[in-house]
C-alpha cells in the first residue's frame, strides 16, 4: 500500500524557514518523481515544485522559485522541501504527491494527508 | 488567476449528469494529457481521471473525461451525494515547465 506521510508544518514568522518532508512506502522510491502541492485557506490546489526520480530535474512555480528548494534522499525513501523567505501568502496546507513516473509530467496518483504552514507575525 | 479555466460552482439532483469544463491553451491542454483530481476538505485529493480519459481502478465508471483542443471536461453520471466535492483539473504547461491547476469546481448535490 502506498503511503506518503507529510511532517515539519507549523507556525512560522514572514521572513523565517521551514523544512517540510514527506516519508513514502509501498512503492519503488527512486522510479517515481515527488511533488509538493499547496491549497492555501478558501483557495484551490497549486503546484509548488516536483523532483525527477534520480533527483537530476527539479521544477518550481514562479511563485516560490528562488525561495524554495526540493530534494529527495532515495536511500531514505524521504522527500523534502526547503521553504526560505516565507510569506503570508505562503501560508497552506502542504501535499506531497507520487507522480506515475519518473518524472513529473504522467499524473499524481497517490497524495499525502497535508501538513499545514502558517506564516504570520 | 488559475491558467486553467473551470466554472466556481456546479450542481445537480440525485441521479442527473453534470459536466464540468476545463479550458487551457495551446501550452498546456493543448499539447499534454488532462488529469482530474476529487478533494473532499480535509482530506488527501484523489486521482479521478489520468490522460484525460481514462479511470484508475477503483473510480466508478459514473465518472468520465475527454478532450479536445484546448479543452477538457469531466462527466459525472447518476449524480450521488457522496460526489459532492471539488474538483480540480490539470496539465502540464510546456510555457511554464510547470503543471498549471484550474481554479477548481465544488459540486454541490441538491
Known amino acids: 500500500e502506498v503511503q506518503l506521510v507529510e511532517s515539519g508544518g507549523g507556525l512560522v514568522q514572514p521572513g523565517g524557514s521551514l523544512r517540510l518532508s514527506c516519508a513514502a512506502s509501498g512503492f519503488t522510491f527512486r522510479n517515481h518523481a515527488l511533488n509538493w502541492v499547496r491549497q492555501a485557506p478558501g483557495r484551490g490546489l497549486e503546484w509548488v515544485s516536483g523532483?525527477?526520480?534520480?533527483?537530476?530535474?527539479?521544477y518550481y512555480a514562479d511563485s516560490v522559485k528562488g525561495r524554495f528548494t526540493i530534494s529527495r534522499d532515495n536511500s531514505k525513501n524521504t522527500l523534502y522541501l526547503q521553504m526560505n523567505s516565507l510569506r503570508v501568502e505562503d501560508t497552506a496546507v502542504f501535499y506531497c504527491?507520487?507522480?506515475?513516473?519518473?518524472?513529473?509530467?504522467?499524473?499524481?496518483?497517490?497524495w499525502g494527508q497535508g501538513t499545514l504552514v502558517t506564516v504570520s507575525p | 488567476q488559475s491558467v486553467l479555466t473551470q466554472p466556481p460552482s456546479a450542481s445537480g439532483t440525485p441521479g442527473q449528469r453534470v459536466t464540468i469544463s476545463c479550458s487551457g491553451s495551446t501550452s498546456n491542454i493543448g499539447l499534454n494529457f488532462v488529469n482530474w483530481y476529487q478533494h473532499l476538505p480535509g482530506t488527501a485529493p484523489k486521482l479521478l481521471i489520468c490522460?484525460?480519459?481514462q479511470r484508475p481502478s477503483g473510480v466508478p465508471d459514473r465518472f468520465s473525461g475527454s478532450k479536445s483542443g484546448t479543452s477538457a471536461s469531466l462527466a459525472i453520471s447518476g449524480l450521488q451525494s457522496e460526489d459532492e466535492a471539488d474538483y480540480y483539473c490539470?496539465?502540464?504547461?510546456?510555457?511554464?515547465?510547470?503543471?498549471?491547476f484550474g481554479g477548481g469546481t465544488k459540486l454541490t448535490v441538491l
Open positions: 490522460t484525460n480519459s
Open positions: 504527491a507520487k507522480d506515475h513516473g519518473t518524472y513529473p509530467r504522467d499524473f499524481f496518483d497517490y
Open positions: 523532483i525527477s526520480g534520480s533527483a537530476t530535474s527539479t
Open positions: 490539470a496539465a502540464w504547461d510546456d510555457s511554464l515547465n510547470a503543471w498549471v
